[in-house]
């Protein structure tokens, strides 16, 4: 079964498609972003610390999240394939994340990269109107996803191996080609 990172722009549709991927291929979703936003509901002392951070668009501290993901990923749902979805988000997290598949002797087959031009992000953003899918957080996160999080293209690019995926196309469409870009 497979093990894959899907990247790309907040909005992009990586949530649904992780989800529709998941299913297919009987592999546990695994979401930083479903992850936080469940520890901000529950109010735990992780959610409250993180809930700043996504309330501004930015990016929770680096060891927050690494924690969630080492806790998934040594789940006995996550031994034999996983898709990861909102996660890594910067290059130290891609570092991390490099070790512990290492000490889990595992390792990721392919990082995919679910495209979307900027202006369709913030219209569909826009619509979907989550809490932190205001304007000005928005912009904030697409900032700090250039900043922060682009440069993972070149790293999976010389790493892992990278396929990019066109997501301004139907919900259908896309879901063929990241099945694709799969195999
Ligand atoms: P989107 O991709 O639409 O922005 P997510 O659910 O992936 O939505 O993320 C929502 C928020 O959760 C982010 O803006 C950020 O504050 C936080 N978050 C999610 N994943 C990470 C991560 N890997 N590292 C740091 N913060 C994260």
């Given at each position: 079964?497979?093990?894959?990172i899907?990247l790309g722009?907040?909005?992009?549709g990586k949530?649904t498609?992780a989800?529709q991927l998941?299913e297919?291929y009987g592999?546990?979703?695994?979401s930083t972003g479903?992850?936080l936003?469940?520890?901000?509901q529950?109010q ?6 993180a809930k ?5 668009g930015d990016?929770v501290p ?8 080492e806790?998934?990923l040594?789940s006995?749902a ?18 991390n994340l490099?070790v512990?598949?290492d ?7 392919r990082?995919?990269?679910l495209?979307?031009?900027d ?5 569909r953003?826009l619509?979907?109107g989550?809490?932190?899918d205001?304007e ?8 700090v996803?250039?900043?922060q999080?682009e440069p993972?293209?070149?790293?999976y690019?010389e790493?892992t191996?990278l ?6 196309q139907?919900p259908d469409t ?9 195999e």
């Amino acid at each position: 079964m497979p093990r894959i990172i899907l990247l790309g722009p907040p909005g992009a549709g990586k949530g649904t498609q992780a989800a529709q991927l998941a299913e297919a291929y009987g592999i546990p979703k695994i979401s930083t972003g479903d992850l936080l936003r469940a520890a901000v509901q529950a109010q735990t002392p992780l959610g409250l610390e993180a809930k700043s951070y996504m309330d501004r668009g930015d990016l929770v501290p680096d060891a927050v999240v690494i924690g969630l993901i080492e806790e998934q990923l040594q789940s006995n749902a996550a031994s034999s394939g996983w898709i990861l979805d909102g996660f890594p988000r910067n290059v130290p997290q891609a570092e991390n994340l490099s070790v512990l598949l290492d000490k889990l002797d595992q390792s990721c087959d392919r990082a995919i990269l679910l495209d979307v031009p900027d202006d369709e992000i913030v219209q569909r953003m826009l619509l979907r109107g989550r809490a932190d899918d205001r304007e000005d957080v928005i912009r904030n996160r697409l900032v700090v996803y250039r900043q922060q999080t682009e440069p993972l293209i070149a790293y999976y690019s010389e790493s892992t191996g990278l396929k990019t995926v066109n997501g301004n196309q139907t919900p259908d469409t896309v879901f063929a080609e990241l099945k694709s870009a799969v195999e």
